[in-house]
T-cell receptor, first 115, second 115 residues
Framework: AQKVTQAQTEISVVEKEDVTLDCVYE???????LFWYKQPPSGELVFLIRRNSFDEQNEISGRYSWNFQKSTSSFNFTITASQVVDSAVYFC????????????FGQGTRLTINP | DAGVIQSPRHEVTEMGQEVTLRCKPISGHNSLFWYRQTMMRGLELLIYFNNNVPIDDSGMPEDRFSAKMPNASFSTLKIQPSEPRDSAVYFC?????????????FGQGTRLTVV
């Protein structure tokens, strides 16, 4: 069975601070995808990144970066120089590479950036 | 592309009434997913279609729930009869699948309240 754990339920930081959201996963699949989605207060789910399990290179996109460590089954997400607009619930998710991409989501981390 | 379009955005209905949620996937996508989001259970997959065919409906909570995809550009999720515990946000998502899937893009969701 697949499982995603986001142990941080809520995080609150002051604007411009760096913040890391943790994600730990469990799967028996040898290949899999990992994802991060953002859910702003307006409610939609916004795709941020997909990472294949055979690609352990870290990725940076502007102020966002992702650290994938297969040895610890973690896929952490860091926001550098946070901004108020980053306030949202962030979901980590997992899917198999075989068959359709059925996502198993973590419970989400509510991030609040205070001015 | 306009993205995944769901209607209605909000629905309030009385217990026992039939509710129909609608989804228009991204043009060209051939996989469609219905997810439900509740405080207690988080985001969970209800059913997914590939090429308009239901592939896995193991997440459908009970017989009161049914989903159809009569063509590549339209899907419905029906609840009959509705109950207060069905209150949730229902998301539709689509992706493109050949040998594997692209990432799933989500609609803005339908917030259902059953009173």
């Amino acid at each position: 069975a697949q499982k995603v754990t986001q142990a941080q339920t809520e995080i609150s930081v002051v604007e411009k601070e760096d913040v890391t959201l943790d994600c730990v996963y469990e799967t028996r699949d040898t290949t899999y995808y990992l994802f991060w989605y953002k859910q702003p207060p307006s409610g939609e789910l916004v795709f941020l990144i997909r990472r294949n399990s055979f690609d352990e290179q870290n990725e940076i996109s502007g102020r966002y970066s992702w650290n994938f460590q297969k040895s610890t089954s973690s896929f952490n997400f860091t926001i550098t120089a946070s901004q108020v607009v980053d306030s949202a619930v962030y979901f980590c998710a997992l899917s198999s590479t075989q068959g359709a991409q059925k996502l198993v989501f973590g419970q989400g981390t509510r991030l609040t950036i205070n001015p | 592309d306009a993205g995944v379009i769901q209607s209605p955005r909000h629905e309030v209905t009385e217990m026992g009434q039939e509710v129909t949620l609608r989804c228009k996937p991204i043009s060209g996508h051939n996989s469609l997913f219905w997810y439900r989001q509740t405080m207690m259970r988080g985001l969970e997959l209800l059913i997914y279609f590939n090429n308009n065919v239901p592939i896995d409906d193991s997440g459908m909570p009970e017989d009161r729930f049914s989903a159809k995809m009569p063509n590549a550009s339209f899907s419905t999720l029906k609840i009959q009869p509705s109950e207060p515990r069905d209150s949730a946000v229902y998301f539709c998502a689509s992706s493109f699948r050949v040998s594997g899937d692209t990432e799933a893009f989500f609609g803005q969701g339908t917030r259902l309240t059953v009173v």
